[in-house]
């Protein structure tokens, strides 16, 4: 099929392409959401400006749409962006939606009205799982916002790795810290995995915390060549 991946750079948006991707689907382009509103329901804030990295990473095109980012009226936004893309023959949308109805819901609702199929790959897969699943396949993931109680300024920047989701379980157990951050608790970017050609470093960062929450502001990077040293 010919689809496109609603994508923010993080995990669940890069798992979902690996998966359209382990299918054998023809990648048209990934669809970014930028909203002005920090506060947006539907889309991923933090560092969203990283995913013109991970497009030239993939060698991908990306589609950014800029939305006000209000309540309901940001899938207008989107629905806009979606019929386009019909239109130069795309079939399926995929998401990385892994527990929230109001998001997926949503997004089922627009591809219904535009005769699109909405495919969620991680849909309710086990949080555990799915973090040590991301792990062992290579994807390099560091959090790039927290706005959870347990979640410090500490977690910013840091890499997911087995330790660190040793730690989110007794997170979950103590606070009921989502271990793959479905409730907001945390955003993450993705600086490496299989499907990336060349990886992402940050030369520059600064963590920005605000009472209880706070993000890990990237200010410069660059793509790096990945060499296969075995051979």
Not at 76 to 92: I, T
Not at 126 to 149: H, K, R, S, W
Request: proline letters at 3%; aromatic letters at 8%.
């Amino acid at each position: 099929m010919k689809s496109v991946i609603l994508y923010s750079g993080g995990k669940d948006s890069t798992m979902a392409l690996y998966h359209a991707l382990e299918n054998g689907d023809d990648i048209y382009a990934l669809i970014t959401m930028v909203s002005r509103n920090k506060e947006s329901y539907m889309f991923h804030v933090p560092d969203i400006h990283m995913v013109d990295y991970c497009s030239a990473a993939m060698e991908i095109p990306s589609i950014d749409i800029s939305t006000d980012g209000i309540k309901e009226k940001e899938l207008d936004d989107l629905e806009g962006v979606l019929r386009r893309v019909k239109q130069k023959g795309v079939e399926a949308v995929y998401t990385g939606a892994l527990e929230s109805v109001y998001q997926k819901s949503r997004i089922e609702a627009i591809c219904e009205k535009l005769d699109l199929k909405a495919i969620s790959p991680l849909w309710h897969i086990n949080p555990i799982d799915y973090m040590n699943q991301l792990v062992d396949l290579g994807f390099e993931i560091i959090i790039t916002g927290v706005a959870a109680y347990g979640l410090d300024e500490k977690w910013l920047g840091q890499r997911i790795t087995k330790e660190t989701i040793n730690k989110l379980e007794k997170l979950n157990e103590k606070y009921h810290v989502h271990p793959a951050f479905e409730g907001g608790e945390a955003e993450t970017l993705v600086l490496d995995a299989p499907i990336y050609d060349r990886r992402i470093v940050i030369d520059d960062a600064e963590i920005l915390w605000n009472v209880d929450n706070g993000i890990y502001n990237i200010k410069k990077a660059h793509l790096e060549e990945k060499y296969d040293y075995s051979i």
